[in-house]
């Protein structure tokens, strides 16, 4: 049966667009692309204790058997979502298979038809999915801009103010859900979280924040930014994964007991999906016992810190967002693991990025329309096993191409 017609013009105009997408293949090259800040995913403490703790609790069973509402509500569900309720200073957790589960089952769910959905013009795809799932209207607001934020919320709290029809009344109980992430995914930057939190508690608004870069990087033993600045009680709901820093797999959304019930009952990536495994839970109860050995996240906070100072030695330039000129060549500001340099062009950054990569640095482009096109990118992952010489060496790479790409 021949292919659709539709669908192979679309991938033609991905690679006329040098944007073509393909799976990669395991390299032995020095690590600054993965999420695997804290060098979890190869942690054999982590994965004998996870294989010990099954075997002393008699646990030997390879599946799950079915969905959590059915089969599959393991006892290590309960032993993990009470450590993650101590971990992370929550009332509750629920688990998830996936980020993207979580994301895509609290937003089509939770904001009802009539609510307000207002996200951050960056948000992650899988929450740009859920929302395109609800029955809530979602709206964007400009990356990390407090002030576009507010008048937009304005904007639609002015049923308020009118005059009490039996219309208008309806229109002024709705909920206004406020999006963003703790770390951005494609440019390594926050928010300003105690601002956000205040304009919401100002507005009546609930304040959602997407922790999955935050979690084992921020925070006393690696909590989040949300619990570093002491928001968790001011936040709705919180969404922490298990996939970056934390080495293994699986989600959770943090909040109250109330919120748990909800999404158990409505939440249709929870209830129709077969239930981890449990060597899947006994992995993450592993790895968060192994936050408690603080020296991982010292030495990538201290890998941060020397990251950011090779920049300035290198003379590679660093902008706040936004602020990057045009076409220029930087870095976007950045406190966490990710640190992205803008490259534009798709043909330009990938030529990059196979210069670092022949030299010994696994470090991956980002491609319009991943990213808005002209802000096409470098992104380097930074991890508690970076050595400072591989740090200074692969900015040393990029500072020489940067320098002879422009130089006329």
């Keep these: 049966m021949e292919f659709p017609k539709k669908l192979v013009q679309k991938l033609e105009i991905r ?5 073509f997408r393909k799976l990669g293949t395991p390299s032995d090259l020095v690590d600054f692309s993965s999420n695997d800040y804290l060098g979890f995913s190869k942690n054999e403490s982590i994965f004998n204790n996870a294989h010990q703790f099954l075997i002393e609790n008699g646990i030997k069973q390879n599946g799950a058997t079915g969905s959590r509402l059915l089969s599959g509500n393991h006892q290590l569900y309960d032993v993990v979502e009470s450590q993650l309720c101590q971990f992370h200073n929550s009332a509750s957790a629920l688990v998830f298979n996936s980020g993207y589960d979580a994301n895509i089952g609290f937003f089509s769910s939770v904001p009802q038809r009539g609510d307000i959905i207002i996200y951050d013009a960056l948000i ?29 919320i304005l904007r639609h709290s002015e049923p308020c103010h009118l005059e009490r029809s039996r219309k208008a009344v309806s229109k002024s109980h709705h909920n206004i859900y406020i999006i963003t992430e ?16 205040e304009l919401c ?39 922490v994964t298990f996939g970056k820093a934390m080495g293994c797999h699986g989600a959770a959304i943090l909040g109250s007991y109330t919120l748990k019930e909800f999404l158990v009952n409505f939440s249709r990536s929870f209830i129709y999906t077969t239930a981890l495994p449990p060597h899947s839970l006994a ?5 968060y016992s192994e936050l408690s050995k603080t020296e991982n996240i010292n030495k990538l906070q201290d ?8 920049i300035q030695r290198t003379g590679l330039l660093v902008f706040p967002f936004g602020e990057l000129p045009e076409g220029q060549r930087g870095f976007i500001e950045s406190h966490s693991a990710i640190h992205c340099c803008i490259i534009p062009g798709n043909e330009t950054v990938k030529h990059m990025a196979q210069h670092i990569q ?18 096409e990118r470098l992104r380097f992952c930074l991890h508690s096993y970076n050595s400072k010489k591989e740090i200074s060496e692969v900015l040393k790479r990029l500072a020489i191409f940067v320098m002879t790409q422009s130089s006329p």
């Excluded at 690679?15 to 944007?19: D, E, L, P, S, T």
């Excluded at 992995?283 to 790895?287: G, N, Q």
């Excluded at 890998?303 to 090779?310: L, V």
């Design 283 to 287: 992995t993450i109860k592993s790895a």
């Design 182 to 197: 703790s770390v951005f995914s494609m440019d390594g930057d926050t928010p300003n979280l105690v601002g956000l939190s």
């Design 358 to 375: 022949e030299n010994g640095f696994e470090v991956k482009p980002i491609l319009s329309p991943t990213v808005p096109k002209g802000q």
């Design 201 to 239: 508690k100002k507005h009546n608004a609930y304040l959602v924040v997407d922790e999955a870069h935050a979690v084992g990087v921020f925070g006393e033993n690696g909590t989040g930014l949300v619990q570093q600045l002491l928001l968790e009680h001011d936040i709705f709901a919180r969404i």
């Design 303 to 310: 890998n941060i810190a020397f990251f950011k100072s090779e």
């Design 124 to 152: 992650h795809a899988s929450i740009r999915d859920g929302i395109s799932m609800s029955n809530a209207k979602g709206y964007k607001f400009k990356h990390n801009d407090l002030e576009d934020l507010e008048t937009i």
């Design 15 to 19: 690679k006329a667009n040098n944007a």
